[in-house]
C-alpha cells in the first residue's frame, strides 16, 4: 500500500527561499555600504583639492548608496559651500546635526555651519549695502551701457538706477509738455479777449464777436488747468532726477534691489 506524501506547507516553502536569498541580500548591502565610505572618501580628497562639484557629485552617491551615512550630507554642505550654495549647505549642516544628535561622530562640522552662517550674515550686509544705490562717480556713466558682465550685481544696480532717472525724466517731460500747451493756450486766450473786447466797443451786438470772446475764455480756463498740473509735474520729475543722478534713491513703486541670501533680488 503507497502512502500518500505530505503536503508541502507554503510557508516551509518560504522559509527555504528565505535562507536562500538571505545571504545574497546581506552581501548586496555590504558591498553598498562599503562603495558609500568609498564615495564618501573621494569627496573629501576631492573637497580637498577643491573640486567643489566633483566633491558634491561623490557624496550624493554616497547618500544614494547608503542613506544612514549621515556624514555624507556635512560633505556634501561643504561642496555646496565651495560652490556659493550657503543656504543650502546651512540646512544640510543643521540637518546632520539633527539627525546625528549632536557633532560627536564629526565634530569639525560645527565649525563648518558657523563659518558658513558667517558667510551668510556677510552676504546679506554687503548685498544690502549695495542695494542702497551709491552715487555714480561720472554722471555720464548712466547714460551709456556700462562695461558689467551682465547678471553681475553692478549690472543691475545701474539698471535699477537707470530705470529710476528714465521714469522721472518722463515725468519731468509729460509735465513740460502740458506746461507748454497750458503756457500756449493762456497765451492765445488773452489775446483773443484783447482783440475781442476791443472789437466789441464798435459793435456790441454782434453774435461772432462774442463767439469769440467765449472761446477766449474757454482758451484761458483751459491754459490755466493744464498749467496747474504741468507745473508740479515738471518740479517733482526734475528734482527727482538731480537727486537720482546725485545718488540718491527715489522712493515709490520703481524697480528697486534687495538682498536675500541667494544675492541681490530685483524687485518692481
Do not use: C
Not at 85 to 97: F, G, H, N, P, Q
Not at 98 to 116: F, I, Q, S
Not at 129 to 158: N, R, T
Amino acid at each position: 500500500m503507497i502512502r500518500q506524501m505530505p503536503k508541502s506547507s507554503p510557508f516551509a516553502a518560504l522559509s527555504v527561499v528565505f535562507l536562500l536569498l538571505s545571504p545574497a541580500a546581506a552581501a548586496a548591502q555590504a558591498g553598498s555600504e562599503s562603495e558609500a565610505s568609498r564615495q564618501l572618501e573621494f569627496a573629501q580628497a576631492e573637497l580637498n583639492s577643491q573640486n567643489f562639484q566633483k566633491a558634491l557629485t561623490s557624496a550624493e552617491s554616497a547618500l544614494r548608496l547608503h542613506p544612514p551615512l549621515y556624514e555624507a550630507m556635512a560633505y556634501k554642505a561643504l561642496a555646496l559651500e565651495g560652490l556659493g550654495d550657503l543656504k543650502v549647505a546651512e540646512s544640510m549642516l543643521i540637518t546632520y546635526r539633527e539627525l546625528r544628535g549632536g557633532w560627536e561622530n564629526l565634530p569639525g562640522a560645527k565649525a563648518d555651519l558657523e563659518r558658513v552662517q558667517d558667510k551668510i550674515g556677510d552676504r546679506i550686509r554687503r548685498l544690502e549695502q549695495m542695494a542702497a544705490l551709491p552715487p555714480f562717480d561720472d554722471v555720464k556713466d548712466l547714460d551709456d551701457m556700462p562695461s558689467f558682465p551682465d547678471g553681475s550685481e553692478e549690472f543691475l544696480q545701474w539698471m535699477v538706477l537707470r530705470q529710476q532717472i528714465d521714469t522721472a525724466e518722463s515725468r519731468m517731460q509729460v509735465g513740460g509738455g502740458l506746461l507748454g500747451g497750458g503756457i500756449a493756450l493762456l497765451a492765445a486766450g488773452g489775446v483773443a479777449l484783447a482783440v475781442t473786447s476791443s472789437l466789441s466797443k464798435g459793435d456790441p451786438n454782434n453774435a461772432n464777436i462774442e463767439a469769440f470772446y467765449a472761446g477766449g475764455l474757454g482758451a484761458l480756463f483751459s491754459g490755466a488747468t493744464l498749467s496747474a498740473v504741468g507745473i508740479p509735474l515738471t518740479i517733482s520729475g526734475a528734482g527727482r532726477v538731480a537727486r537720482l543722478k546725485k545718488g540718491g534713491v527715489a522712493r515709490g513703486t520703481q524697480a528697486r534691489l534687495e538682498a536675500t541670501t541667494r544675492g541681490l533680488a530685483l524687485r518692481f
